[in-house]
């Protein structure tokens, strides 16, 4: 099992069919909180259709395309990230959610430093990306605590079942010592 210790309390671990179940409930728990900032949440989820999301991820982490993780604190599951990587291009997008009861911890902001990092030094991105909703002033800030610059938005570029939003695009480029 591929995992990433971010530090004494907080770990990423590559999402497995048998994570499934305990993904759902987070998922479910927080569906109304997440359904307003991504268009997946508006759908949902079932264990096995998370089962089966699981699954596409890990067959994406064998091509080198992509790692779904979710994140732990204190060793509970508390949420997920994860990076798509483009090979020709090389830039990242990143992404995340958490459950509410875990918010205003720091947990998001190490996840995603800990995962930009993984991109430039693992991965040999040279460039990572995260897209949120203008008006997801948390997600926003959480691209601006990990020294990601804000480029511009995107106009009506996130599709929901009932409408289409415009994203914030944020971007940092491989650090060079």
């Known amino acids: 099992m591929f995992a ?3 530090d004494d309390d907080l770990r990423l671990t590559l999402a497995e069919p048998h994570h499934a179940e305990p993904i759902t ?3 479910l728990r927080n569906q109304d909180r997440l359904a307003r900032w991504q ?3 508006a ?3 079932s264990v096995e259709s998370t089962r089966s999301y699981i699954r596409g991820c890990l067959d994406r982490f064998a091509e080198g395309r992509e790692t779904y993780l979710m994140i732990e604190h204190d060793g509970v599951p508390v949420g997920a990230c994860g990076m798509r990587r483009d090979a020709q291009t090389l830039i990242a997008d990143i992404g995340y959610w958490l459950d509410a009861d875990a918010e205003g911890k720091g947990l998001v902001t190490r996840a ?4 930009t990092d993984a991109a430039f030094d693992s991965y040999g991105m040279r460039r990572a990306e995260i897209r949120t909703m203008v008006t997801n002033k948390r997600a926003r800030a959480v691209a601006e605590r990990c ?3 804000f480029e511009g938005v995107l106009r009506r570029a996130m599709r929901f079942p009932d409408r289409n939003e415009d994203v914030a695009l944020y971007g940092i480029v491989e650090r060079h010592a």
């Open 25 to 27: 409930a987070l998922m």
């Open 4 to 6: 990433l210790t971010v």
């Open 39 to 41: 268009p997946w949440a």
């Open 43 to 45: 759908y949902r989820p």
């Open 112 to 115: 995603v430093t800990a995962l």
């Open 147 to 149: 020294g990601y610059d």
